[in-house]
């Protein structure tokens, strides 16, 4: 393959890691194709969703990649003034020189424009353009939050050797769900909003599926009545917690296998005061309808503050560690001699971030509208009102660069 130039790099936005390497950034503007009179007479609106779900599920298949440093952006930036939402995807990759990142970038392309036959895709060839909408904005602080899988910590009722304390890790767990609600909520916002979904494919960990599979049945052995305690006579009663995380970690033995996926999802806007409640809990509501299995987290200090910055306008995936914990107390946050096993954070903090098929058809849906429905998206992107390194009013940030943690 020949070596790649400046000229092969047109359209391509290139940026140095920490470590000497370069990451490539390309950029896709996209829209709903509008629906014409008499396509799909005879189908309901049900019928045009579940198709539209199957398009995009069958689209994310094919982007899959066993990179290890490949991420998908799909991110809705709101304008009050409009009402309306600009849409973007940006695909981020990694080379260890930028030749090799343009390569990469290239390679991605053709799949990456394969859009679903509901929406159109115009490539962002302008890279000042492209660096605009990676960071529309610079969030003050409190004005980021991001929604993560609801991780939940208990005493047990019964003791597993010398155990009592176990935690499990919800799951985003509807199906085929509508963002429209969504989408009309972020239109709607006063101020500017971004909402930014991470896709990172991956494979599954080894020895993940056999580890948890193990852990469903220690807590289906807890959730089960035990035998009858000596002293009071009658059946020791199940633990109801066990019987909950026997049922998530059977569930993650099933679908942690094969070709998976670690998500970030990220809100942030402009200016002071922080994210709408109304808008990040929706958004929690919509991937977790049925099990409260999300949980809007806000960074706890100035550094993870930082980091949630970075995640949303370098394509991060970086940990906060006192926000992505929730309620699991520190000591059993860090693996150590004599770690309880049923709360191993290894297996936490894999299960937090990884999503199945089912999972990523929830969290990742492109824009499209319905007749009838007032229009929300952009079908034409125009310069923003400010200049695109201002910081937002309150903020102490030139900047936002400051925050591109590992980009």
Known sequence: MTEAGPRDARGILLRGAPNGETWAYVAFALSPVPLPGGLYPEFSEARRGADRVAAERTWLAALWTDRTTARWDLRFISDPASGRIETVVIAQVYGADPAAAVRAAREALPTLARFPAHVTGTRIEDTTELARLLAPFVPAGGAIAEIRKRITCRTLTRLWGAERIATAVSRFDAHEPSWTRIWAQLAAEPRRTVVSVCLEPCSAPPGLAEGLTMRAQVFGTLAAPGPPDPMYGGPVPGDPFAQEAHALYDAASRRCTGRLHRARVSVAVEGDGPVSDVLTSLIGHTLAP???????????????????????????????PEA???????????????????????TVTALADLVDADEVAAVFRLPHEEPGEPELFALSRQAP?????????GSTDAGWADFDSDA
Do not use: K, M
């Not at 009102?385 to 009013?393: G, K, L, N, V």
């Open 290 to 320: 049925t099990s409260s299995g999300a949980r809007v987290v806000h960074p706890q200090s100035w550094e993870e503050h930082q980091v949630a910055c970075g995640n949303l306008l370098g394509v991060n995936r970086d940990w906060l």
């Open 324 to 346: 992505y914990w929730q309620e699991v107390p520190p000591f059993l946050r860090v693996p150590a001699a004599g770690q309880l096993w049923l709360s191993d954070p290894s």
């Open 385 to 393: 009102s400010i200049p695109r390194h201002a910081a937002p009013a």
